[in-house]
């Protein structure tokens, strides 16, 4: 099985971006399943029913998400549809929406660092009780590990070697060189990047964000423009027991 996974869609730029690229990618490397990051779809903070159809409709499969998922309050009551969108598993019990969904036989899961990122259940644990309930079926299982700190996205990558297909890490927008398949069969990278303008500081607009640096006082961040990359990896994973093959980055621009 062949899965592409995208990394931090940002604002319109980025949309577009999956439509310029996305259905040419699956036909070329006959992509399964597509899972998208899309917290920033929405004018470069959260997601609303509109960004979500268009995903969905340009070949994303699942999306998942992070700790802007809340930002447009109008996308909380499809968390508990039926559209595969994800928001951290491990938020505490009863906030709405879903960490996981197994389709295609395959089971997507999105966590959160707790490392600079905020006061949610640990992400460790959280997987060991979903992995106990699953019982190793199905056996292809992807992680998106949404968190700021490398050494906690590498420990958990670390943590769940052989027990899942992938852990791919999410969040910081700076696409990372170790894409690595680890020793017992787990895919790995730090962060996937972002798919977003190339001008910009993580996709906001440079100069405002230059403007916080240097002033301290809050600046209105809107997303950059101009030329737009695409960072995104490839997943082979074995068909029986989820063991991953291999990982490949992929980069492309538009514009």
Not at 15 to 29: K, S
Not at 85 to 100: A, D, S, T
Not at 167 to 179: E, F, N, P
Request: net charge negative.
């Amino acid at each position: 099985m062949l899965i592409l996974a995208i990394g931090d869609i940002i604002g319109r730029p980025g949309r577009r971006a999956i439509q310029a690229i996305l259905p040419a990618l699956r036909r070329q490397y006959g992509v399964e399943m597509v899972i998208a990051n899309a917290e920033n779809a929405a004018g470069g903070l959260g997601l609303t029913p509109s960004t979500v159809h268009e995903l969905f409709g340009a070949g994303v499969d699942v999306i998942t998400s992070g700790n802007h998922v809340w930002a447009q309050k109008e996308i909380i009551p499809y968390l508990d549809g039926e559209m595969p969108i994800l928001r951290p598993m491990n938020y505490p019990p009863g906030v709405p929406g879903r960490g996981y969904i197994v389709t295609n036989q395959v089971v997507v899961v999105n966590l959160m660092g707790r490392t600079f990122m905020g006061d949610l259940d640990c992400p460790f644990r959280a997987m060991d009780k979903l992995l106990a309930e699953l019982g190793g079926k199905p056996p292809v299982i992807i992680v998106d590990f949404h968190a700021e700190a490398t050494s906690e996205k590498m420990a958990l990558g670390r943590y769940l070697d052989g027990r899942v297909s992938a852990v791919l890490g999410t969040h910081t927008h700076v696409g990372t060189i170790d894409a690595q398949v680890f020793p017992r069969g787990t895919a790995y990278v730090t962060d996937i990047g972002m798919t977003g303008p190339m001008d910009s500081v993580i996709g906001d607009d440079t100069e405002a964000v230059i403007q916080r640096f240097l002033t301290g006082m809050p600046h209105h961040l809107s997303v950059g423009q101009g030329k737009t990359m695409f960072n995104a990896v490839l997943v082979r994973v074995a068909d029986d027991g989820g063991r991953a093959i291999s990982i490949d980055r992929l980069y492309r621009e538009v514009g």
